[in-house]
């Protein structure tokens, strides 16, 4: 048996397959590994491919970053994967699934990341990506679309750990999984923290919170419900279908990523909920607040009427009215217009309109 760890070839050991040179941010990483270890990052991934299985053991880890159509036509070709599943690959914009084509596994998660955002403002508070895992009998490729949900870390951490790694493929698509849904516990996380403080805002009876701002969080939850809720089903199709390529060590790992999912899937749609609630409450609060503001313009209004109307009947052009030439019929009208104002005044005051 050939040992692991082999000295590099020179240039002329192997015909090279001609292919597509690596383009920046596009082919991440590709590398072999056996029993867990990586032996050496193959300069194209139809070589890795064809050292794994002239040696009958280890597997291909392909890393892409939002390839574009040819290049995931060649890989589509190179590793056997089915042209529809190659196409969602590229186009991305799918809902989580898992879909299997003969020993073939595709299963699509969707990645979210946090955004940092004043609580007040409008701003988006979410952003989400994909992340696409194919899984053979001698290969795993990862398809990465957005700005942010890395895999180097994780291969690395996985690199560290032989003995999981030695499980093969489904190895790389637990840890995946598992990244992807510990981020979804920190951005909920997060989240509440928004939920508890526009909670507080809304019913602290001095601030005065932009409804607009409950309403845009209520959307980014919505569109993080809509990333995390689906992929329920694959996690429990991949923990129990038996007849999957998958070891059953892998299985167990997966039954505690399906339990984390399905926590977070319930605080996502408790956040829903509570949103729903602060939604009426804050509108409940704008007409309570409406009423009042009617209420003191109704009883300023009343005030007004009065000396007007007292006014408007001695501005009349009449001849003959009474009091007209009385002397002290001036103050005595200013008087009792004070005196009917200061009564309403004192009303309204009591009624708690003022």
Same mark, same amino acid.
């Given at each position: 048996?050939?040992?692991?760890?082999?000295?590099?070839?020179?240039?002329?050991?192997?015909?090279?397959?001609?292919?597509?040179?690596?383009?920046?941010?596009? #082919?991440?990483?590709?590398?072999?590994?056996?029993?867990?270890?990586?032996?050496?990052?193959?300069?194209?991934?139809?070589?890795?491919?064809?050292?794994?299985?002239?040696?009958?053991?280890?597997? #291909?880890?392909?890393?892409?970053?939002?390839?574009?159509?040819?290049?995931?036509?060649?890989?589509?070709?190179?590793?056997?994967?089915?042209?529809?599943?190659? *196409?969602?690959?590229?186009?991305?914009?799918?809902?989580?699934?898992?879909?299997?084509?003969?020993?073939?596994?595709?299963?699509?998660?969707?990645?979210?990341?946090?955004?940092?955002?004043?609580?007040?403002?409008?701003? *988006?508070?979410?952003?989400?990506?994909?992340?696409?895992?194919?899984?053979?009998?001698?290969?795993?490729?990862?398809?990465?679309?957005?700005?942010?949900?890395?895999?180097?870390?994780?291969? $690395?951490?996985? !690199?560290?750990?032989?003995?999981?790694?030695?499980?093969?493929?489904?190895?790389?698509?637990?840890?995946?999984?598992?990244?992807?849904?510990?981020?979804?516990? !920190?951005?909920?996380?997060?989240? *509440?923290?928004?939920?508890?403080?526009?909670?507080?805002?809304?019913?602290?009876?001095?601030?005065?919170?932009?409804?607009?701002?409950?309403?845009?969080?209520?959307?980014?939850?919505?569109?993080?419900?809509?990333?995390?809720?689906?992929?329920?089903?694959?996690?429990?199709?991949?923990?129990?279908?038996?007849?999957?390529?998958?070891?059953? *060590?892998?299985?167990?790992?997966?039954?505690?990523?399906?339990?984390?999912?399905?926590? #977070?899937?319930?605080?996502?749609?408790?956040?829903?909920?509570?949103?729903?609630?602060?939604?009426?409450?804050?509108?409940? $609060?704008?007409?309570?607040?409406?009423?009042?503001?009617?209420?003191?313009?109704?009883?300023?209004?009343?005030?007004?009427?009065?000396?007007?109307?007292?006014?408007?009947?001695?501005?009349?052009?009449?001849?003959?009215?009474?009091?007209?030439?009385?002397?002290?019929?001036?103050?005595?009208?200013?008087?009792?217009?004070? #005196?009917?104002?200061?009564?309403?005044?004192?009303?309204?005051?009591?009624?708690?309109?003022?």
């Amino acid at each position: 048996m050939p040992s692991f760890h082999r000295p590099a070839r020179s240039p002329g050991t192997r015909p090279a397959t001609p292919e597509p040179a690596r383009e920046p941010g596009r #082919v991440i990483d590709c590398a072999v590994y056996v029993d867990g270890r990586r032996l050496w990052d193959e300069s194209t991934y139809k070589n890795a491919l064809a050292e794994v299985r002239e040696r009958h053991e280890g597997f #291909v880890w392909l890393g892409l970053h939002e390839p574009g159509l040819d290049l995931m036509s060649d890989v589509a070709r190179t590793f056997g994967l089915h042209a529809l599943a190659a *196409e969602d690959a590229v186009h991305a914009h799918q809902r989580p699934k898992l879909e299997r084509y003969d020993d073939i596994l595709f299963l699509v998660l969707r990645t979210v990341q946090y955004l940092p955002h004043e609580l007040k403002t409008v701003a *988006e508070i979410v952003d989400t990506g994909e992340i696409m895992v194919f899984v053979g009998p001698d290969f795993v490729i990862t398809v990465r679309h957005g700005g942010h949900g890395g895999l180097a870390g994780l291969r $690395k951490r996985l !690199e560290g750990d032989p003995a999981q790694l030695a499980l093969g493929p489904g190895a790389v698509l637990h840890a995946v999984a598992d990244q992807v849904v510990d981020v979804y516990m !920190e951005v909920t996380t997060a989240i *509440e923290e928004d939920v508890d403080a526009i909670e507080e805002e809304v019913f602290t009876p001095s601030n005065k919170l932009q409804i607009e701002a409950i309403y845009q969080l209520k959307r980014e939850v919505v569109e993080l419900r809509r990333a995390v809720k689906p992929l329920s089903l694959p996690l429990q199709v991949l923990t129990h279908d038996t007849s999957l390529p998958l070891p059953k *060590e892998i299985r167990r790992y997966l039954r505690d990523v399906a339990d984390h999912h399905t926590a #977070v899937t319930e605080q996502v749609m408790d956040f829903n909920e509570s949103l729903s609630a602060l939604i009426n409450a804050a509108l409940a $609060k704008v007409s309570v607040q409406q009423n009042t503001d009617m209420r003191k313009i109704s009883a300023w209004a009343a005030m007004a009427a009065v000396p007007t109307m007292i006014a408007g009947v001695y501005g009349m052009n009449f001849t003959h009215m009474p009091e007209l030439s009385w002397t002290y019929g001036y103050p005595i009208v200013i008087v009792i217009m004070v #005196v009917l104002c200061a009564g309403l005044y004192g009303n309204f005051h009591r009624n708690k309109w003022l």
